[in-house]
C-alpha cells in the first residue's frame, strides 16, 4: 500500500496505507477545493486593491494606464510641478489605453501660478481633464473649474473698488471711474481700461452697493446703475437734497447678468456743485459687486 506525503504546498496528503484513507481521501478532496477558492478570492482581493489603490508616478504613467476600468481610481504621487500635492484620480470613460481620467477630489496647490502651471500640463495629454465644478485650492482660497479644460475661479465671485480722489460733478450723469482694487481676486475691473466698468464673469444674480457723499450742502443730486454702457437698472436710482450734513447717495440693487455684462454707477448734480469724495475717510466712495446665485 501507498504511504502518505507532503505535496509542493506543504498539505500532507493520505496515502492507501493510512489509517481510515477513505476518509482522508475526502479531505484531500477538501484540501483541494479549499486551496482553488482561497485562491480565487486572493485573486479577487487582489483586484480590488489594484481598483482602490493603484498608485502612479507622473502624469505620463497615469495616461500609459491600461488595464483599468471606469470608477477604479489611481493616486498620482508625483504630479511633477513644484507645489502641486499628490492626489487621486478617477477613470470617467473609455477602456483600455484610452481611459479618460479626472481628478478624483480637490488639488492643492502652494501659488496660484503653480496651479496654472500643473493646469497647462494636463490639459496637454489628451485623456486627462477636469471636471467641471471640481475644486482646487491655493492657501485659505478656493476654486472651482468652470470647463474640462482647467479654467477655474474662484468659489466667491466678488470685487470691492474705491476711488482715491474727488470727483467733480457737472449736470449731466456721468460714469464714476474707479482707480483702487480694495479686492478684485476674479478679475471683475480693469484698473488699466474701462474703469467705470465692474464685469461679470460668470452668468448669474449679482448684488450691487455704491457708497457716495457729495461735500455739497445744497441742490439735487442723483446716483443711478447703468447696464452695459445704455440701460437704466430697475431700483438702483436714488435722488435727495443736500444740507449742513452734506448729499450722502446710495445705490444698492440686484440685477441678473451674463458673463460680460457690465455695471456702471452713474452720478450727477443738478447745479454741478461740489464733489464726490474720494481717499480714505469714511465718506469716501466705494462700490462692490457680488454674485450671490445662478
Excluded at 482553488?36 to 498608485?55: D, P
Excluded at 484610452?98 to 493646469?119: C, F, N, Q, R, V
Excluded at 457737472?170 to 471683475?188: K, N, Q, R, Y
Excluded at 440693487?253 to 450727477?268: H, K, N, P, R, T
Aim: charged share 15%; aromatic share 6%.
Amino acid at each position: 500500500m501507498a504511504a502518505g506525503s507532503t505535496d509542493s504546498n506543504g498539505v500532507y496528503q493520505y496515502g492507501s496505507s493510512d489509517t481510515n484513507a477513505t476518509f482522508h481521501g475526502l479531505l484531500n478532496i477538501a484540501n483541494a477545493i479549499l486551496s482553488t477558492t482561497i485562491g480565487a478570492m486572493l485573486t479577487r482581493i487582489t483586484n480590488a486593491e489594484n481598483k482602490l489603490r493603484r498608485t502612479v508616478a507622473s502624469l505620463a504613467a497615469l495616461d500609459a494606464v491600461s488595464t483599468a476600468a471606469v470608477g477604479h481610481t489611481a493616486y498620482l504621487t508625483t504630479p511633477g510641478t513644484t507645489g502641486i500635492d499628490p492626489h487621486s484620480w478617477v477613470a470617467v470613460s473609455g477602456s483600455g489605453a484610452s481611459l479618460k481620467w479626472k481628478p478624483d477630489g480637490p488639488i492643492i496647490a502652494d501659488t496660484k501660478a503653480h496651479l496654472d502651471s500643473y493646469i497647462a500640463t494636463v490639459v496637454a495629454i489628451t485623456d486627462l481633464s477636469f471636471a467641471v465644478g471640481g475644486e482646487a485650492r491655493v492657501g485659505t482660497t478656493r476654486y472651482r473649474f468652470t470647463s474640462t479644460a482647467g479654467a477655474y475661479l474662484p468659489f466667491e465671485l466678488a470685487c470691492s473698488l474705491r476711488k482715491s480722489a474727488n470727483y467733480n460733478l457737472t449736470t449731466s450723469a456721468v460714469a464714476l471711474t474707479w482707480d483702487v482694487e480694495i479686492s478684485d481676486p476674479a478679475g471683475m475691473h480693469d484698473n488699466g481700461s474701462n474703469t467705470s466698468r465692474l464685469v461679470a464673469v460668470e452668468a448669474g444674480l449679482y448684488e450691487v452697493c455704491a457708497s457716495l457723499y457729495n461735500n455739497n450742502t445744497s441742490g439735487l443730486g442723483n446716483v443711478e446703475g447703468r447696464l452695459n454702457g445704455t440701460t437704466a437698472i430697475p431700483g438702483s436710482f436714488d435722488r435727495r437734497t443736500g444740507d449742513a450734513g452734506g448729499l450722502p447717495l446710495k445705490s444698492i440693487f440686484s440685477i441678473a447678468l451674463a458673463a460680460g455684462d457690465y455695471v456702471e454707477i452713474m452720478v450727477q448734480h443738478a447745479s454741478a456743485a461740489g464733489a464726490i469724495e474720494g481717499g480714505t475717510t469714511r465718506s469716501a466712495a466705494v462700490v462692490t459687486m457680488k454674485r450671490v446665485g445662478p
